[in-house]
């Protein structure tokens, strides 16, 4: 998939398919990259949260720009909706898990991000990582947090996904998670403020890099 969004997204940047221009069909693209179709329709999925293609039921995938949007979208909701609410939400969040989480909740927290570990399908991933953030919410004791992230738990879960295929980004959540699930065990409220807070920025930043290479929307301090 990888492959082939980067060769599409590569001709459309160098005008080989311009604006306006539809691109070759599902079936077409897979035979051209001897891939399935599935893996055809994620690429393509790839490059419409770019912003470089918008999909037109029953008509194909035309192009609408020769780079990427600065702001993607992931299903209903933009990459900065997802980060300004996640900022204001998850992090707090995990703050009140520190101090109100139960046995319970940590044995799940810990179940899941050894799951996380083992796990190589991509799309089980996501699944495992979306389940994760909802836990830390409930275990916050708050039901309001439980239910502001699954509203945005599609969104969230497009966008894991879309960075775990371009920014290679699931080893580090793994480290990252983990980071967050001890901080949480240790009752430090400061300490998952600030696991979650790192979380969340080197996922912006992967997301900018993808967007436009070479730049970042944070300097963290492990890079």
């Keep these: 998939m990888e492959a082939v969004l980067a060769h599409l997204r590569g001709a459309i940047e160098r005008g080989e398919y311009p604006v306006g221009h539809k691109l070759p069909s599902e079936s ?38 020769t780079g990427p949007v600065e702001n993607p979208t992931f299903g209903t909701y933009s990459a900065r909706d997802l980060f300004e609410v996640r900022r204001h939400v998850e992090i707090p969040v995990a703050g009140y898990a520190a101090v109100r989480r139960s046995t319970d909740d940590l044995d799940l ?26 836990t830390i919410a409930q275990a916050s004791g708050n039901p309001v947090f439980g239910k502001v992230i699954e509203e945005i738990r599609d969104a969230l879960a497009r966008q894991s996904s879309f960075l775990n295929q371009l920014g290679d980004r699931r080893t580090r959540s793994n480290t990252e998670h983990r980071e967050i699930v001890t901080a949480i065990a240790s009752g430090s409220e400061a300490d998952a403020i600030a696991a979650m807070t790192s979380h969340l920025e080197h996922v912006e930043n992967a997301l900018t890099t993808i967007v436009r290479p070479g730049h970042t929307t944070h300097q963290n301090k492990d890079g």
């Design 109 to 134: 927290l810990g179940h899941l991000v050894e799951r996380m570990d083992l796990e190589t399908d991509n799309t089980a991933w996501v699944a495992l990582d979306s389940l994760f953030h909802i």
């Design 28 to 65: 077409a693209l897979g035979k051209e990259f001897e891939v399935s179709r599935s893996v055809v329709r994620e690429a393509l999925r790839g490059l419409q949260a770019l912003g470089l293609t918008v999909s037109k039921t029953g008509k194909g995938t035309f192009v609408t720009a």
